[in-house]
């Protein structure tokens, strides 16, 4: 079974500045996805970013990007030029596909979470 | 329209009411899934359909009895809860391959109470 863990319950940063997430995971697997989600106190859970194992190149989507070491079995998430928005919880989560006959029984598996606050 | 819509927001119920939760998507995505989260904690999987067929089911008490009438819509329908039940639910869609790329895109949950 894969576990994934997230090491740092709470992190704060000042508005403007870098911040950077980890995120561990455990897996015998050698294809599979990585993501992370973000859950401001609205609660919704928002996608931020996925990443491919089979792809060296680290994801980035607009201030958010990933550093995937996946011999370390390491997926850390940077945010560059923070924001109050950004204040949320966020969630690291691995997926293992399956075969393409059996779709809809693929399951994330979540890390703990960081609470990240934002300070203006 | 790419969301993911849920009823109602807020639910209090008792432990002798039925109750039901509803989740619905127009983005075409053919598995839906719900998720029953507690304060602090990450999302724990309760069932998955797929092309509107139950394919998981994560060894959820019977008082949760989830149902999908179409590829648009599921319910998840709610008897004799505990108040330990008491949680936020959420619900998630994704599409399948080779157009989905594993994501799945969640609503913004209803939050039970049981009393």
């Known amino acids: 079974a894969q576990t994934v863990t997230q090491s740092q319950p709470e992190m704060s940063v000042q508005e403007a500045e870098t911040v950077t997430l980890s995120c561990t995971y455990d897996t015998s697997e050698n294809n599979y996805y990585l993501f992370w989600y973000k859950q401001p106190p609205s609660r919704q859970m928002i996608l931020v970013i996925r990443q491919e194992a089979y792809k060296q190149q680290n994801a980035t989507e607009n201030r958010f990007s990933v550093n995937f070491q996946k011999a370390a079995k390491s997926f850390s998430l940077k945010i560059s030029d923070s924001q109050l928005g950004d204040t949320a919880m966020y969630f690291c989560a691995f997926m293992k596909p399956g075969l393409i006959s059996n779709f809809g029984n693929e399951k994330l598996t979540f890390g703990t979470g960081t609470r990240l606050t934002i300070i203006p | 329209d790419t969301e993911v819509t849920q009823t109602p927001k807020h639910l209090v119920m008792g432990m002798t009411n039925k109750k039901s939760l509803k989740c619905e998507q127009h983005m075409g995505h053919r598995a839906m899934y719900w998720y029953k989260q507690k304060a602090k904690k990450p999302p724990e999987l309760m069932f998955v359909y797929s092309y509107e067929k139950l394919s998981i089911n994560e060894s959820v008490p019977s008082r949760f009895s989830p149902e999908c009438p179409n590829s648009s819509l599921l319910n998840l329908h709610l008897h004799a809860l505990q108040p330990e039940d008491s949680a936020l639910y959420l619900c998630?869609?994704?599409?399948?391959?080779?157009?989905?790329?594993?994501?799945?895109?969640f609503g913004p949950g209803t939050r039970l109470t049981v009393t």
């Open positions: 998630a869609s994704s599409q399948d391959r080779p157009l989905g790329r594993y994501e799945q895109y």
